[in-house]
């Protein structure tokens, strides 16, 4: 399932195969310039220390093209930056407008099925989550691929017998890393979970803070507040305490690798193998190749949050949208004001029956009042009128047409709603008050 979330996530970077491009090549030129950096310290290290007396013009312009490499690595990872960057705000920019795209179009249904707050953490929220895994997975990605394939090349060349002592036992970074991995994901999709929860409470308190005052709400709403809250903190800590065991094993591992690669450089050095100058380069290489292996361990448990995240935005843009108008559904001109319904059958769940059998007519001109109980279905009737649900059975017909035969944009402009609360708008008076024509 990760596989399928991670190539799904990725497929929103395919407009933007420009600036990976780019990434990869200033990826590159750093990692390169890095890598031969060790070199020409390695050959100003022989100078100095070598038998005779020091060759200070050799040594003058090893230094300079050392600053040279030294500026071009610097300027490169900048770039670099840049266009990971690029890509992944907007990437996350996509996802945000298609999670967005996908609410305006799904059915009321989907909308009262699931708490707002969860719903404004998930576009929200868990966008910011993804941009963060794909912003450190993409920088770690390009320069980490690099450098372990480059410190082998730089390595190979100095000594081909401690390379392959190198290559051999990293390994074991990666499958412990793999290992903790799969363990962990499972933890960040339960802390994504319960911070939608906690938003929704949070969302629904707030914006009804005055009913929760009228009805001496608080202590409960705290209390309820209190266990999300314990259950988030849990979540969370088991999903870093399991995510935080990989970095500690890859740099063991690392660690040995080091202490090999130095035992066995020293050994080759009095042997005469390598060089002093030759020793400080692999070494520096070797720290360099296990740097990389240790930054994945990172990587890992920020990308298993971000699939966490991105899951929750796929089940909005996978959300089934509104039935769409028939391909003859016709524009509803001028409204007579003639209402009709025939043998209407509603209900929200099937085991629960709410409208049975209503027939209803209505003349033009005449006015109507529906009264009832809370729950009786009054609003409901407003809802099947304007297609915000369709009727399970019968029909309901505006101006002598059904209203499934009719485009919801013609058929809703041609009532006039008044909310029970009253719902503003951000922006100005004129906006309010034009935001059905504007």
């Known amino acids: 399932m990760q596989q399928s979330l991670l190539k799904r996530l990725l497929s929103f970077t395919r407009p933007y195969l420009s600036y990976l491009a780019l990434a990869l090549f200033f990826a590159v030129v750093g990692v390169s310039m890095t890598l031969y950096a060790p070199v020409l310290t390695g050959r100003a290290i022989d100078l100095v220390a070598g038998k005779g007396a020091v060759d200070f013009q050799a040594l003058k312009a090893v230094l300079k093209i050392l ?52 719903i404004l953490s998930r576009v929200a929220v868990d ?43 990293t390994p074991l970074s990666l499958f412990v890393a793999n290992f903790i991995a799969k363990r962990t994901f499972k933890f960040f999709k339960a802390q994504s979970e319960t911070r939608g929860e906690m938003t929704a409470l949070i969302n629904e308190t707030v914006g009804n803070l005055k009913l929760v005052k009228a ?29 935080s065991i990989t970095n500690p094993c890859t740099r063991f591992v690392n660690g040995v690798v080091y202490t ?40 890992i448990a920020e990308l298993q949050s971000a699939l966490a995240s991105a899951k929750r935005l796929f089940e909005i843009i996978d959300a089934t949208p509104e039935t769409p108008d028939a391909a003859d559904a016709k524009v ?15 209900s929200y769940v099937p085991e629960i029956k709410l409208i049975e059998d209503l027939s ?42 059904n209203v499934e035969n009719m485009t919801r944009d013609s058929l809703r402009a041609a009532f006039g709603m008044v909310l029970q609360e009253t719902w503003l708008k951000s922006g100005t008076v004129r906006e309010n008050i034009a935001y059905g024509k504007p």
């Open 360 to 401: 209803l007519n209505v003349k033009a001109g005449q006015k109507i009042a529906i009264v009832g109980k809370t729950g009786c279905g009054k609003t409901t009737l407003i809802n099947l009128l304007m297609r915000f649900y369709d009727v399970n059975s019968g029909s309901i017909s505006v101006s002598q047409t």
């Open 127 to 169: 966008a910011e989550q993804v941009a963060d895994g794909l912003l450190m997975g993409f920088t770690q990605l390009f320069t980490g691929v690099v450098t372990i394939f480059g410190t082998i090349g730089f390595m190979a060349v100095v000594n081909v017998k401690i390379t392959l002592l190198v290559v051999f036992v």
């Open 332 to 346: 509803l001109g001028h409204a007579d004001g003639t209402v009709d319904l025939e043998h209407v059958f509603f």
């Open 215 to 243: 009805f001496g709400y608080e202590f409960r709403s705290r209390e309820k507040f209190d266990e999300i809250n314990a259950r988030l903190r849990d979540c969370g800590v088991r999903a870093l305490f399991f995510s």
């Open 67 to 118: 600053a040279v490499v030294v500026a071009t690595a610097a300027a490169s990872q900048w770039l670099m930056g840049l266009c990971t960057n690029k890509i992944t705000y907007l990437t996350v920019r996509d996802i945000r407008v298609k999670a967005f795209d996908r609410l305006q179009k799904v059915p009321l249904r989907f909308i009262d099925t699931t708490p707002h707050g969860d």
């Open 260 to 299: 090999l690669v130095g035992i066995v450089g020293a050994l080759s050095a009095v042997a005469g193998a390598l060089t002093v100058g030759q020793l400080s380069c692999f070494l520096s290489y070797a720290n360099q190749y296990t740097k990389p292996f240790n930054e994945i361990s990172g990587v």
